[in-house]
């Protein structure tokens, strides 16, 4: 594989693509983009055509690869409109879900119930280099999201009937969780002693007759 960092010191300067190395190089780094791309990204790769075109695709490249690790806090330019607009629904949706517990009208128990997971509304940690991945928030994001949609699509008197039948319904899913768990220790002890019975026992008669 090409290494493209090494390539744009040779190929920053260039003005005109001149010669089949030059094009190996800027094809190379054209599907180094694409590879990248994703849906809802408006970016055009500059045409080999072009004066210093890869320059301009230098450019276009090095943040599509800084995507990959970086925040989408930091993506907000017209290259990354989807990324940037789905963090900024993020935390539109967390907000209203911190509104909604913090003035009682869900409690966390509800909120789990429609679809919360533990650890959704916790601060979301940047990396050692202070940035923060799409995948510290993306699942979350998703799931506050279904969890507000269904809530607002109760009307009071519904969400009324509907909340008394939470602490029932929780309930079972304690214990069916703690079956399932049970379940799972029991395959994982069965298939240890079915490895302990599959070792070959040394013939105690033998050996003394051997010795």
Request: net charge negative; aromatic share 8%; hydrophobic share 35%.
């Amino acid at each position: 594989m090409i290494d493209l960092d090494r390539a744009n010191n040779l190929m920053d300067s260039v003005e005109w693509l001149a010669g089949h190395a030059q094009e190996r190089l800027y094809d190379e780094l054209r599907g180094q983009m694409e590879h990248l791309r994703r849906n809802g990204d408006t970016f055009s790769v500059p045409s080999p055509a072009h004066p210093y075109a890869w320059r301009a695709a230098w450019k276009i490249f090095v943040r599509l690869r800084e995507r990959e690790h970086n925040s989408p806090q930091r993506m907000d330019d017209v290259f990354f409109p989807q990324t940037s607009q789905n963090y900024a629904d993020y935390l539109r949706d967390l907000n209203e879900m911190m509104r909604l517990l913090r003035y009682k009208k869900i409690t966390s128990q509800e909120a789990a119930y429609l679809g919360l997971e533990r650890g959704d509304l916790d601060d979301v940690k940047p990396d050692d280099r202070g940035l923060i991945p799409i995948d510290a928030w993306a699942g979350a994001a998703g799931r506050i999201s279904q969890v507000l949609g269904k809530f607002q699509s109760f009307t009071d008197e519904g969400w009324a009937q509907e909340r008394l039948k939470i602490p029932h319904a929780m309930e079972l899913r304690r214990l069916e969780t703690a079956r399932r768990r049970a379940e799972e220790k029991e395959a994982e002890l069965e298939a240890r002693l079915a490895a302990l019975e599959s070792v070959p026992r040394t013939n105690t008669n033998e050996t003394e007759n051997a010795a």
